[in-house]
């Protein structure tokens, strides 16, 4: 978990992505984001301004929720999410068969584009515009 939590702290962007498993995230990559994104939320926000997008493999159904709940985890950190012209979702069952895909592969393509352009407005951005203070979490609670 360290090793990846350095890393996710010292990249510029970040993609999330996972498989459809019952119309949502895959086991594994669930139990890591948990962790991750509640080390690096406690961490002074760590992952905050930075561009972050989400991407979902599926073989029929079950893409947008998956897709959905990759980017709750995106917002919470205050991430920056660029997008494309359609939801990040591919459709394939076996390696490769996504790249029979033509219009998944074209969304991958236009949001790796504008990922990029994303990550360098933000490191141009910082030498002129200030980043807005960050606030401490405010947290209610509806039981009283």
């Known amino acids: 978990m360290n090793e990846w939590i350095q890393k996710m702290k010292n990249a510029d962007g970040i993609i999330l992505a996972s498989p459809v498993h019952y119309s949502a995230i895959a086991g594994t990559m669930k139990s890591f984001l948990d962790r991750a994104f509640f080390v690096t939320g406690v961490n002074d926000g760590m992952l905050r301004h930075k561009v972050g997008a989400s991407v979902v493999a599926v073989r029929r159904s079950g893409g947008l929720p998956t897709f959905e709940q990759l980017n709750n985890f995106i917002n919470y950190a205050e991430m920056l999410m660029p997008a494309s012209n359609y939801w990040n979702v591919i ?10 895909d033509i219009e998944g592969v074209q969304i991958m393509r236009v949001l790796g584009r504008n990922m990029a352009w994303l990550m360098k407005l933000v490191q141009y951005g910082k030498e002129g515009v200030r980043a807005p203070e960050r606030e401490p979490k405010t947290f209610f609670s509806f039981i009283h």
């Open 91 to 100: 459709h394939g069952r076996t390696p490769g068969e996504v790249n029979q």
